[in-house]
C-alpha cells in the first residue's frame, strides 16, 4: 500500500542534503553535476537526491540539455510546493525537525562574527489572534527570501541562513 505524497515528502525533507538541494535550486535551475560542484558531493548523490525531490514533487524539471552526447536535466525548486506537506505522525515531524536542527547547525559554523542576525527562541502561551499574525508574517519572510534568491556567488549578493519553524504545542 502507497503512503500519502505528504507523509512521502516529509521523509524526502528529511534528508540534510535535500534540504540543501532545495535551499540551492530556490535561486537558480542546475543540473546533477552543477550541484555536485557546488555543495561538494559526488554526482552520484547528488543524482539520487535530485529524483526523490522531483518524485515528491519538490522540483521542477525545467530544461533538458545536450551535454557531451547526454541529457543533463536542470532542476528547480518552487518554494511553494512544500506547503502542503503536513502529517499527523509525530515522528515523521520529529524527523524532519531534527534534520532541520542538525542543517542550523552545519550553517552556524559559517556564520560571520559580528555581522547583524536575529536570533529568537521561545515556547510561551499567546492568543489566536497574534499567533495566526506570526504565522503570517513567518510566511511573508519565506516569500521574501526565496523570492530574492539568486545563484550561488552572484555579484552583490551574500550567503545567509533562515530557518524558521513554528507550530502549536499541545497542553501539558
Do not use: C
Not at 503512503?3 to 535551499?23: F, M, Y
Not at 535530485?50 to 533538458?64: K, M, P, Q, S
Amino acid at each position: 500500500m502507497s503512503e500519502s505524497p505528504a507523509l512521502d515528502g516529509l521523509r524526502v525533507l528529511a534528508h540534510p542534503i535535500r534540504l540543501r538541494v532545495l535551499s540551492l535550486l530556490t535561486g537558480v535551475a542546475m543540473s546533477a553535476a552543477e550541484v555536485a560542484r557546488e555543495l561538494g558531493e559526488t554526482q552520484a548523490n547528488v543524482s539520487y537526491h535530485l529524483r526523490r525531490l522531483h518524485e515528491a514533487g519538490l522540483l521542477d524539471i525545467v530544461e533538458e540539455v545536450r551535454i557531451r552526447g547526454g541529457l543533463a536535466k536542470r532542476y528547480r525548486h518552487d518554494p511553494e510546493s512544500g506547503s502542503w506537506f503536513t502529517s499527523t505522525n509525530p515522528h515523521e515531524e520529529q524527523l524532519l525537525l531534527a534534520t532541520m536542527a542538525e542543517e542550523l547547525k552545519r550553517r552556524g559554523e559559517f556564520r560571520v562574527p559580528g555581522q547583524r542576525g536575529s536570533t529568537t527562541d521561545t515556547e510561551i502561551w499567546v492568543d489566536r489572534e497574534t499567533w495566526e499574525k506570526a504565522l503570517e508574517q513567518a510566511r511573508e519572510l519565506g516569500e521574501l527570501l526565496h523570492s530574492a534568491a539568486k545563484p550561488p556567488r552572484t555579484r552583490g549578493t551574500i550567503p545567509v541562513s533562515a530557518t524558521v519553524s513554528m507550530f502549536e504545542m499541545r497542553r501539558r
